[in-house]
């Protein structure tokens, strides 16, 4: 049976994916680093992965605040704002210098520093994640939903602007993307004063 990924849409359930991530792995910084910048570029783990030290820091280690790629899957340009990451990705640098992890890739693998981690090793850890935390909808797709999901929540719904930061081609792709099914749909409904 095929795993069904969905956004985290409670803040709560969030702050704990997010703590488990940091605190029971030993490479927790890097693991809650690549969520977070999935999270805030809405990138498919695949090109997060795929980013070296240098899409993202400039020469003087600094954050750059946009970095620029080609989607892997869809072929089509991409520019990322890194600024909501800044933060994250500072403290993370710090912990690849703690850690002595030279690497041009920005997400290293521990065993093999000269080569980034793998999609499977990530879908591992979200589904350890999910074990801890007795979640079955956590995959390597959570973060891209989730930050997708938060845009859309608190752009007041804003689907063209969720559907450009996705690269996606139509509405209800993205509407089926962020988990918006009938329910969630007449949830939004209830709130509405119609008059």
Not at 34 to 42: E, M, P, S, W
Not at 55 to 61: L, N
Not at 62 to 69: E, I, M
Not at 175 to 187: I, K
């Amino acid at each position: 049976m095929e795993q069904k990924v969905l956004p985290i849409k409670d803040s709560n359930v969030l702050a704990k994916v997010q703590q488990c991530l940091q605190e029971d792995f030993k490479a927790g910084v890097r693991n809650y680093t690549i969520f977070q910048v999935g999270k805030a570029t809405l990138l498919r783990v695949s090109d997060i992965l795929r980013l070296k030290r240098a899409d993202v820091f400039d020469e003087q280690s600094n954050v750059r605040q946009n970095t620029y790629l080609h989607d892997r899957k869809t072929g089509k340009a991409n520019r990322l704002y890194l600024k909501p990451v800044v933060g994250d990705l500072l403290a993370y640098q710090n912990w690849l210098q703690q850690e002595n992890l030279a690497s041009p890739w920005l997400f290293p693998s521990l065993q093999h520093p000269e080569k980034h981690i793998t999609e499977k090793q990530f879908y591992k850890i979200m589904r350890k994640v999910g074990d801890l935390l007795d979640l079955d909808y956590l995959g390597t797709h959570t973060m891209r939903k989730t930050g997708a999901y938060r845009v859309y929540m608190q752009s007041n719904y804003n689907i063209g602007l969720v559907m450009h930061l996705l690269n996606h081609s139509s509405e209800a792709m993205t509407l089926a993307y962020l988990g918006l099914d009938q329910a969630s749909t007449e949830e939004m409904l209830d709130n509405i004063d119609f008059g």
